[in-house]
């Protein structure tokens, strides 16, 4: 197995309150697109839409406020309606409504949320304040981002990400900071260069390299890559 470290890979910013749940997080049996969406250009569509095509065969749990009904999966129209324990919630939705989002999948136990939305540390000083908010009501729930495009696992058919992708055999690990070398790693999913691939956005928690690797590489070994 080759494990692929490039810029942007920084030590946890911050402690979580208790062990990061990442087998939850890489191979999850439950999973919410908040900001689902009939619109398969959609941020939320493309997540849903990757997720049919792999065949996802986890509880799959759709928040949109303006349909009921999406490729006949019934909906829910808040992140209220959700229910307790989720094992990862997807945030396809303006950073405007993300934090309230967070406080409330984190009183619900959910371990761990992808967040889309830009906005954050990476514009600046509101932008940080608005981060570490948005961390404080984290609390314990693992973060992926904010400002990534998510990651995927293909050895458990995860796609958690809005680069629409197609099912493929396993082979490598990329994990990948911010910035735009990320689609340099879509290409090597696309190519069947990488079997678990992370665009860890602005690393709000403690999801680093290291931590992925090493809840990735004994699932990876007995399998000689």
């Known amino acids: 197995m080759h494990v692929c470290q490039t810029d942007g890979m920084s030590q946890a910013l911050a402690a979580a309150a208790q062990p ?3 087998e939850r997080v890489l191979r999850p049996r439950s999973i919410a697109i908040v900001g689902a969406s009939s619109d398969a250009r959609s941020f939320g569509g493309f997540v849903l839409g990757n997720l049919e095509r792999f065949g996802y065969d986890g509880a799959l749990h759709l928040v949109s406020r303006s349909s009921e009904h999406i490729n006949g999966r019934a909906c829910v129209k808040s992140v209220d309606d959700l229910p307790e324990g989720l094992d990862v ?23 761990a949320a992808v967040l889309f939305a830009s ?15 948005v961390m404080q009501a984290a609390g314990a729930m693992a973060i992926v981002g904010p400002n990534c495009m998510g990651y995927v696992n293909f050895d458990a058919g995860l796609p958690l990400t809005f680069e629409s992708l197609e099912p493929r055999a396993p082979s490598a690990l990329a994990i990948r ?4 070398i990320g689609i340099v790693y879509k290409n090597s999913l696309d190519s069947g260069a990488a079997e678990w691939w992370s665009r860890e956005g602005n690393e709000s928690h403690p999801l680093t390299i290291q931590a992925y690797a090493d809840a990735v590489v004994p699932l990876l070994e007995p399998l000689g890559l």
């Open 89 to 111: 919630a997807v945030l396809a939705i303006p950073e405007a409504g993300v934090l309230d989002a967070v406080a409330v999948l984190a009183a619900k136990r959910c371990a």
């Open 20 to 22: 990061l749940p990442l």
């Open 177 to 180: 900071g911010g910035g735009g």
């Open 119 to 133: 906005g954050y540390a990476e514009t600046g000083d509101e932008g940080q304040r608005k981060q570490a908010a």
